[in-house]
């Protein structure tokens, strides 16, 4: 007797017990049922109580003693009907509310968020977060300012930090101020896994474009950064550098 299969159309190891105690015993008394189905007293009760809603248990009363019998089993395949019937049921009500569901599963992607990082620990907790949300192949572009790559500190920062990026393979694109391009090219090194170029422009921040974010990385006594999730305003960013690096120079 395959007992998996009374266990996937939705009986407890219990019921199926006290079904097949009943099987064999015929019309009974909760102690026969009991001692044949080797269960708690305690639960006999709620599993005889689960058996008759599901149609697989009958009852009587004989000189003020109940006894209890088992459903022919054919029942068990009207029980099934019955289930799959209100599956059915259910599939219909799901259908209707799947619209409201995407709906908001939409505002809450589309949900707007901002943060501020400060210190050199919010530096290394933002770009983890940077590294974390890319996976290998995947690519983040970035508007960056000389004289903040020029601080000693944050040029071995960064050196530690591409090597993490390059290891996991996630691509760069850079955009520098044109004036620094001397300077810039022979101070640093190209990392892999990254294009440069540069253009006439003077930027107020340094800036990161991933995922729905965009960074605004402030370089000073205090380093901060604000990190903003919406994925309308990184859009616009991502435009606006991809626009800028057609146009900027190698």
Same mark, same amino acid.
């Given at each position: 007797?395959?007992?998996?299969?009374?266990?996937?159309?939705?009986?407890?190891? %219990?019921e199926?017990?006290?079904?097949?105690?009943?099987?064999?015993?015929?019309?009974?008394?909760?102690?026969?049922?009991?001692?044949?189905?080797k269960?708690?007293? %305690?639960?006999?009760?709620?599993?005889?109580?689960?058996l008759? !809603?599901?149609?697989?248990?009958?009852?009587?009363?004989?000189?003020?003693?109940?006894?209890?019998s088992?459903?022919?089993?054919?029942?068990?395949?009207?029980?099934?009907?019955?289930?799959?019937?209100?599956?059915?049921?259910?599939?219909?009500?799901?259908?209707?509310?799947?619209?409201?569901?995407?709906?908001?599963?939409?505002?809450?992607?589309?949900?707007?968020?901002?943060?501020?990082?400060?210190?050199?620990?919010?530096?290394?907790?933002?770009?983890?977060?940077?590294?974390?949300?890319l996976?290998?192949?995947?690519?983040?572009?970035?508007?960056?300012?000389?004289?903040e790559?020029?601080?000693e500190?944050?040029?071995r920062?960064?050196?530690?930090?591409?090597?993490?990026?390059?290891?996991?393979?996630?691509?760069?694109?850079?955009?520098?101020?044109?004036?620094?391009?001397?300077?810039?090219?022979?101070?640093?090194?190209?990392?892999?896994?990254?294009?440069?170029?540069?253009? !006439?422009?003077?930027?107020?921040?340094g800036?990161?474009?991933?995922?729905d974010?965009?960074?605004? *990385?402030?370089w000073?006594a205090?380093?901060?950064?604000?990190?903003?999730?919406?994925?309308?305003?990184?859009?616009?960013?991502?435009?606006? *550098?991809?626009?800028?690096?057609?146009?900027?120079?190698?």
């Amino acid at each position: 007797m395959n007992i998996k299969l009374l266990e996937k159309i939705g009986l407890t190891s %219990s019921e199926i017990k006290v079904y097949f105690a009943l099987m064999k015993l015929g019309s009974s008394s909760t102690g026969k049922i009991i001692s044949e189905a080797k269960i708690n007293h %305690s639960k006999i009760y709620l599993v005889l109580q689960k058996l008759k !809603d599901k149609g697989l248990v009958s009852e009587v009363i004989k000189n003020k003693t109940k006894y209890f019998s088992a459903a022919e089993p054919q029942n068990l395949l009207d029980y099934v009907k019955i289930k799959k019937k209100e599956l059915e049921q259910q599939e219909e009500e799901i259908e209707k509310i799947i619209p409201e569901l995407q709906l908001q599963h939409k505002m809450g992607e589309e949900r707007q968020e901002a943060s501020v990082y400060s210190g050199y620990e919010g530096i290394k907790s933002a770009f983890n977060l940077l590294l974390s949300s890319l996976n290998a192949k995947e690519e983040y572009f970035v508007f960056t300012l000389y004289e903040e790559a020029n601080s000693e500190q944050l040029h071995r920062f960064f050196l530690n930090y591409h090597q993490k990026r390059i290891a996991k393979g996630i691509k760069v694109k850079l955009l520098t101020m044109k004036r620094f391009k001397s300077a810039t090219l022979k101070k640093f090194p190209k990392y892999p896994l990254s294009e440069r170029r540069f253009i !006439d422009l003077n930027l107020p921040t340094g800036i990161f474009i991933f995922k729905d974010y965009v960074m605004h *990385f402030i370089w000073s006594a205090n380093p901060t950064i604000f990190l903003i999730k919406s994925k309308q305003n990184n859009l616009r960013y991502l435009q606006f *550098f991809h626009d800028l690096w057609k146009k900027a120079e190698k």
